[in-house]
């Protein structure tokens, strides 16, 4: 009887060979213009958190009790800071609470850009 498993394995060697080469040869006629660019994306999440945080930092003063908005403010300055810290960014968050409105200051530093931010929200 003749052994074909020698004859099988070198076929099935040289399709594979033959499939990698197309697959090759196919990858370098496609234009880079066919592929999604994601960097705009991803210089995007800087903005995105600090607009995030001013936004939230204006909802603590709007939910705050007269009592507790001086501690709500401390906690949300300590979370947000930390937040920024393990995202690698610098965020220095400032708030100045005024009889009538709460003064806020924040800069957001990365690699990338630095966003500066001042505004007032009305005190409950």
Known sequence: M????????????LTTVVIV???????????PYAFIDTSKAASGSETFFFD?????????V???DKTDLESNL???????EK?????GYSLNFDYEVLETTVDFYMVLTSERMRLEADFTEGRP
């Not at 090759?24 to 496609?30: D, F, N, P, R, V």
């Not at 937040?83 to 995202?87: C, E, G, I, Q």
Request: charged share 20%; glycine share 6%; aromatic share 14%.
């Open 74 to 80: 401390n906690q949300y300055k300590n979370f947000v």
């Open 21 to 31: 080469g197309v697959f090759y040869t196919l990858s370098k006629y496609i234009n």
């Open 83 to 87: 937040m920024a810290s393990d995202k």
């Open 52 to 60: 995030n945080v001013k936004e939230n930092g204006i909802k603590t």
């Open 2 to 13: 003749l052994n074909l498993s020698g004859k099988k394995a070198q076929f099935f060697i």
């Open 62 to 64: 709007q939910i705050s």
